[in-house]
């Protein structure tokens, strides 16, 4: 069964073209190579270098037969989309707007959707469920519960199908090593501290020490990146059952802090990590911790790589063969 992957040369997208292949899927990758990596993808995958706005993607759909998208291709960082909204509003919410309808014109029922837990904004209660309030305070995470709605809209006056997956803290790598994150600028925690570890920075600065958590930093759920794509195919699979239309999160349901991942990050590394201590980063939320329960129950998740010290290993795996990301490959 073909299965478009739009953003497959990205982080995530990447690991789940993987995924979908060892499921007996074939992908086929549209990415528009603005921020995705060539040889994350393996060189057996049709690539299609196209944006996804563009109406081209109608013939894509129907050349190709495809039975079902998974929708990963987005601007993604929070900070530059409270200082640059216009590429967010432009590139995820229209941009998504055209492919899924594209997807109407060419007849394709099913989406899984990759969504994020800044749709939830700062939590009046942990662990967050899928029904908590839905209150981004970026415009990142409201350009993703845009994207829910239209999906939603869609899928019920037009009767497609759609899961959209609302993502904890993705981290870590394939096992084999070969593919990873590589981010430009990177703005991620696990990778900051692992570069750090490899002697590219300095020290690892701290993003505040105040907040009401048990050490002062703040808490986050870290989520494998391979427990991630095993859920896209899971979602794929039950669409093409004739499962109806949901939300999941996506989390290990495990909180740890800052200090709990530079520390996890010097055991692994065996290196002493040098950190600072700074302000807080503005729009952090204290703690996010999800409850995957839904998402265990209904589509039999189960994550297998999640443990902290596996994610971080992992990632360290792929940073040390791959000092300068995919410049090395
Ligand atoms: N942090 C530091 N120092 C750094 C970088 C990060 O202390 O140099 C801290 C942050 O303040 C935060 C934690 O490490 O407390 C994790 O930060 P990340 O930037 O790695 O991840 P976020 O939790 O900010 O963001 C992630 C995803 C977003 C998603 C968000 C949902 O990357 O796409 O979760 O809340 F929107």
Redesign the pocket.
């Known amino acids: 069964m073909n299965i478009l992957v739009t953003g497959g040369a990205g982080y995530i997208g990447s690991h789940t073209v993987r995924a979908l292949i060892h499921a007996g899927f074939t992908p086929i990758v549209v990415d528009n190579f603005s921020r995705g990596h060539r040889n994350a993808i393996p060189s057996d995958v049709k690539v299609i270098e196209l944006d996804i706005a563009n109406p081209k993607i109608i013939n894509v759909l129907r050349d190709n037969n495809i039975k079902g998208i998974m929708h990963f291709a987005a601007h993604?960082q929070?900070g530059e989309s409270m200082i640059n909204p216009s590429i967010y509003y432009e590139n995820n919410v229209v941009g998504s707007y055209r492919l899924i309808e594209s997807a109407r014109q060419a007849g394709v029922q099913h989406f899984v959707f990759s969504s994020?837990?800044?749709v939830y904004g700062e939590p009046e209660v942990v662990p967050i469920v899928e029904t908590s309030k839905l209150q981004p305070t970026n415009v990142?995470?409201r350009t993703k519960l845009m994207i829910e709605d239209m999906l939603h809209d869609y899928s019920s006056i037009y009767g497609s199908t759609y899961v959209a997956l609302r993502y904890?803290?993705a981290a870590g790598a394939d096992e084999s090593g070969e593919i990873g994150e590589d981010h430009s600028p990177e703005?991620?925690?696990?990778p900051?501290v692992l570069e750090t570890a490899l002697g590219k920075r300095p020290h690892?600065?701290?993003?505040?020490t105040d907040y009401d958590t048990i050490d002062g930093t703040?808490i986050?759920d870290y989520i494998h990146v391979t427990d991630l794509a095993s859920a896209h195919v899971l979602a794929m699979n039950y669409l093409v059952g004739g499962g109806e239309s949901r939300v999941f999160n996506l989390g290990s349901g495990n909180g740890f802090s800052?200090k709990d991942i530079i520390d996890t990050a010097k055991n692994v590394t065996g290196i002493n990590i040098p950190v600072e201590y700074g302000e807080r980063?503005k729009g952090?939320?204290s703690t996010?911790i999800a409850s995957s329960d839904c998402i265990k129950d209904i589509l039999g998740w189960n994550p297998k790589h999640s443990e902290l010290s596996q994610i971080i290993s992992d990632a360290w795996r792929w940073h040390r063969l791959h000092p300068s990301g995919y410049d090395d490959i």
């Open positions: 993604s929070v994020t837990a800044a990142y995470g904890f803290n703005t991620h925690l696990i900051l690892i600065t701290v993003f505040g703040c986050r800052v980063r952090d939320p996010l």
